[in-house]
Antibody, heavy 124, light 107 residues
Framework: EEQLVESGGGWVQPGGSLRLSCAASEFTFSTNWMSWVRQAPGKGLEWVANIKGDGSEKYYVDSVKGRFTISRDNAKNSLFLQMNSLRAEDTAVYYC?????????????????WGKGTTVTVSS | DIQMTQSPSPLSASVGDRVTITCRASQTIRSCLNWYQQKPGKVPNLLIFAASNLQSGVPSRFSGSGSGTDFILTISSLQPEDFATYYCQQTYRIPYNFGQGTKLEIK
């Protein structure tokens, strides 16, 4: 069964850093786009970042640009999110998800496999 | 950025009801629209991708329609396990915004 397992969450003071990891198994990790999605307590889902299978393309939501970096290690089937200059508003459950690509008449993308999430709390 | 607006929210319904949830994009997104279900304390689950394609393993009572700016998620006959929050998401342009969610409650 295709699986994603996040780790690395925790409590950090404002201005601090954390590095999230996501271990993938039972699918060909290197050929898939991957994403991070977050959910603040009691709130909706927010897309954070995407990275292409070979790592050559990366995209971010404006609120994290310049502070967060998405990366991957295909040899280790692992996805990462380096989070710097953390703010209280970054407090959330962070999900790693596979971004599937389907090409028919156009390019369609959808998040079809999700991890259980890791909790990040930014507070003094 | 493309804004996604869902309605209604919340939505009250009974077991056996036919339910529709609407998602509107602030500009055209072709058919680049996905629907997810999330139960309390659980991980989001993909229901529909590319507006009308049922994800493998999802019951056939779920269906999606629409293109351009207006989309609908339909549940043909509500089951007890369907009471959850539903999100639409556009994947036409970065950022891949979600709607605010529609909480489907028991009437």
């Amino acid at each position: 069964e295709e699986q994603l397992v996040e780790s690395g969450g925790g409590w950090v003071q404002p201005g601090g850093s954390l590095r999230l990891s996501c271990a993938a198994s039972e699918f060909t990790f290197s050929t898939n786009w991957m994403s991070w999605v977050r959910q603040a307590p009691g709130k909706g889902l927010e897309w954070v970042a995407n990275i292409k299978g070979d790592g050559s393309e990366k995209y971010y939501v404006d609120s994290v640009k310049g502070r967060f970096t998405i990366s991957r290690d295909n040899a280790k089937n692992s996805l990462f999110l380096q989070m710097n200059s953390l703010r209280a508003e970054d407090t959330a459950v962070y999900y790693c998800a596979r971004l599937r690509e389907k090409v028919t008449d156009y390019y369609y993308y959808y998040l079809d496999v999700w991890g259980k999430g890791t909790t990040v709390t930014v507070s003094s | 950025d493309i804004q996604m607006t869902q309605s209604p929210s919340p939505l009250s319904a009974s077991v056996g009801d036919r339910v529709t949830i609407t998602c509107r994009a602030s500009q055209t997104i072709r058919s680049c629209l996905n629907w997810y279900q999330q139960k309390p304390g659980k991980v989001p689950n993909l229901l529909i991708f590319a507006a009308s394609n049922l994800q493998s393993g999802v019951p056939s009572r779920f269906s999606g329609s629409g293109s351009g700016t207006d989309f609908i998620l339909t549940i043909s006959s509500l089951q007890p396990e369907d009471f959850a929050t539903y999100y639409c998401q556009q994947t036409y342009r970065i950022p891949y915004n979600f709607g605010q969610g529609t909480k489907l409650e028991i009437k």
